[in-house]
């Protein structure tokens, strides 16, 4: 059991979570509406802290082109400025207010409140778009809530994003590369439509930097007003509002499993601590729906007092129902504890929490341009993390946040701040919209933080092997803008253009969709036998891709049914996506003039369009290996096919991998067995050179 310093005793005090000098930080938040009982929306959203810098936010808007909000998570920016703006006449003659955020579930869940409280029926006044999503009317959508990322897709075919009057750029603290794409180009845009305005609004204070690089113009647009005394110098606004302390609590010693440490510190705030609810701070969805199920068990025993416990799961990808259960207010007598992912940190708002547990790690992306992996990775947070999720106690009265790490450890080691997503990601995909977007020289392109040099290189390189850029780096015709229009990884993208070659786009489009999903199999955890059974019924010699397309063709035979999957260990839900994402995949090609055409199971010829896009990725078993030991046959790097795989064990000579993922090892994730002739066919100028070790040109 966590052992926790107790309030009121001598060490350690509640700490400043801003200064560390010992004290309570306040947090600038008022009462949520819930502590009222049921007022009316729209006295609720009178309330908001950001009401009162209405009417100084529509007058900024209206004469400066680029205004920099900052304001506390919940203090009503992201549901409220659209609206504002929607009733100062901004959405008129037939233009939009837009609104991104970095996170698909963020998106559903805005919208959905901001209809609700305006009437109107979600997808028509009010609207959102997500990838593969989309639920706007032209003409009748007057507020779009979409990603960072839809809004980048929607230049390609709208440069000047013409439609819109606002853009307000949300949560820009998270830093989200397509966030900061987004803005280096916004501001491009803003040189040729002065007229354009743009919100950034951001939950903690690095609005400097922000309004520094939207102040740096270059020369002629500097200070530039036009005949409506329009500024183009950016202004800054602080929300602030009164607020709730919140006393944090630390570990006495080091935990070495946070998880149960989480679950532990749950159980103890229900037997000590008086009414109110609980927001845990996981890493991922394995992790989370492990903890649920600790809770669950304890909560399952009607004559223990955990029965009061009501535990929900809360991470992208989770069933609209389940995200109703997040929001919809506590039953009495009982004490909600949602475990999340960071998407709680500043993106959502639960109403009623009042402890928070936090673990001091986050999922996070990290890129290595050398061996080419990127993985997704439990890494620690950083102090402003913590401290806004400490935030996330102090809304509806005065709370406490649980940190599952020293206090020494907070004050010395936690970064202050993290690393944008930019400086540590796979830059493919990046390059390929830049280009798109006719951005020749992206070294030179104005960033807010510079990606590394070497990331940048080894993008140029993927995508000139896929025939994507041609020798001076442009897109080449067509198949690299056909690429650039498929809101795919590129390496996927080219594997569906080469179908369309070889006369199996069906087969391929329905791998292609079950690759977008986490995995179409239940979380394997505890259920490990199981699934391997399972996983035998539909298990194809040829690889994981094959053994996909076995799935999702019973899962149609046996008309979609949630039973069917409930006996194979599927994941209803993931399927449903596939099919939808299918369909909408179908839909876009056909648009790029791609025949939807089935090979009729010709295994070979599904896995010659693989390799298409994914000859780079061939490994060789290792000839006296006996523990399965590959070498990537681009670098030489060790690596191993994945227990999750259905050829692990069977250890095929020659293998191409859908990723690499590193935990003890470095692992191959979706693997198919090829014939290395096939290789020297579908990528002969990267494969004719030197061997063993081909030369990437
Ligand atoms: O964007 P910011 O963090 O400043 O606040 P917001 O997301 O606009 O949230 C303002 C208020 O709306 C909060 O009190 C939320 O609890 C509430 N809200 C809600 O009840 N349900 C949602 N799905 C979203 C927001
Ligand atoms: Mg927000």
Redesign the pocket.
């Known amino acids: 059991m966590s052992q926790f310093w107790k309030p009121g005793t001598e060490r350690p005090r509640p700490c400043l979570v801003d200064d560390e000098e010992g004290g309570v930080l306040f947090y600038s938040t008022p009462p949520?509406s819930s502590s009222y009982g049921y007022a009316s929306l729209e006295k609720q959203r009178q309330r908001?802290p950001v009401f009162k810098y209405r009417t100084a936010i529509l007058y900024l808007v209206e004469y400066h082109s680029t205004v920099i909000i900052v304001?506390e998570?919940?203090?009503?920016?992201?549901?409220?400025i659209p609206q504002y703006l929607k009733e100062a006449g901004w959405a008129e003659g037939g233009r939009l207010i837009a609104c991104t955020q970095p996170r698909r579930l963020a998106v559903q869940?805005?919208a959905s409140?901001v209809a609700e409280e305006m009437g109107v029926k979600i997808g028509e006044e009010v609207g959102y778009t997500i990838r593969f999503e989309d639920k706007t009317v032209q003409g009748v959508t007057k507020i779009k809530f979409l990603t960072d990322g839809v809004l980048l897709r929607e230049m390609m075919d709208d440069p000047l994003l013409t439609k819109y009057s606002v853009i307000m750029v949300d949560e820009a603290h998270e830093r989200s590369i397509s966030t900061d794409m987004l803005l280096g180009l916004l501001k491009k845009v803003q040189r040729r439509r002065p007229e354009l305005r743009l919100i950034i609004s951001s939950a903690t204070i690095e609005a400097e930097s922000m309004s520094n690089f939207f102040r740096t113009r270059k020369k002629n647009d500097g200070h530039a007003t036009d005949d409506n005394n329009l500024k183009m110098e950016p202004s800054i606004l602080s929300v602030e509002g009164k607020g709730y302390p919140v006393e944090i609590h630390y570990v006495q010693e080091p935990v070495s499993n946070y998880l149960q440490s989480a679950v532990d510190t749950v159980l103890l705030i229900h037997e000590k601590e008086t009414v109110g609810d609980v927001l845990v701070f996981l890493t991922g969805q394995e992790e989370i729906d492990a903890a649920v199920q600790l809770l669950v068990e304890k909560a399952s025993d009607k004559t223990s007092h955990f029965s009061g416990l009501l535990v929900l799961p809360l991470y992208s990808g989770l069933s609209r129902s389940d995200q109703d259960l997040i929001?919809s207010q506590t039953p009495k007598g009982k004490r909600k504890v949602v475990i999340s992912t960071n998407i709680a940190e500043?993106s959502l708002?639960l109403?009623g929490v009042v402890y928070v547990v936090d673990s001091g790690f986050s999922k996070q992306r990290f890129y290595n341009p050398i061996s080419d992996i990127e993985n997704l990775v439990v890494a620690p947070i950083s102090k402003a993390s913590a401290k806004q999720r400490a935030g996330r106690a102090g809304r509806l009265r005065a709370g406490k946040c649980f940190r599952l790490y020293t206090e020494d450890y907070f004050v010395k080691e936690m970064p202050a701040e993290g690393i944008p997503e930019m400086q540590r990601s796979n830059l493919v995909s990046s390059v390929i919209q830049l280009k798109a977007l006719g951005i020749d020289n992206i070294l030179g392109f104005d960033w807010l933080a510079s990606p590394p040099p070497e990331a940048m290189i080894r993008a140029l390189e993927v995508l000139y092997s896929l025939g994507i850029l041609d020798e001076d780096a442009k897109l080449t015709t067509p198949s690299g803008f056909q690429v650039a229009e498929i809101p795919l990884d590129p390496m996927v993208s080219k594997m569906i253009i080469a179908a369309d070659t070889l006369g199996c786009s069906e087969e391929i489009l329905t791998i292609a969709a079950v690759l977008s999903v986490q995995s179409i199999w239940v979380s394997a955890r505890g259920k490990h036998k199981g699934l391997d059974e399972v996983k035998l019924r539909f298990a194809a010699a040829e690889g994981d891709h094959v053994t996909h397309l076995n799935v999702y063709k019973g899962f149609l035979q046996s008309g979609k049914s949630s039973q069917w999957c409930y006996k194979n260990y599927i994941n209803y839900h993931a399927m449903k996506k596939v099919v939808d994402t299918r369909e909408q995949l179908c839909r876009l090609v056909r648009r790029l003039g791609i025949v939807l055409k089935s090979c009729q199971g010709d295994t070979q010829t599904i896995r010659k369009a693989i390799l298409a896009g994914f000859f780079s990725h061939a490994s060789q078993l290792e000839e006296y290996s006996q523990n399965g030991m590959y070498k990537t046959v681009r670098n030489s790097q060790e690596v191993y096919i994945h227990p999750s795989s259905v050829l692990f064990r069977v250890n095929p000579k020659w293998v191409v991998y859908h990723s690499l993922v590193s935990t003890d090892k470095h692992y191959m994730h979706n693997v198919i067995a090829i014939d290395p002739s096939w290789l020297i066919e579908a990528a002969p100028h990267f494969y004719q050179l030197k061997r063993p070790n081909p030369a990437i040109f």
């Open positions: 949520p908001l304001g998570t919940g203090s009503g920016k992201t549901t409220q869940s805005v409140r929001f500043t708002t109403e």
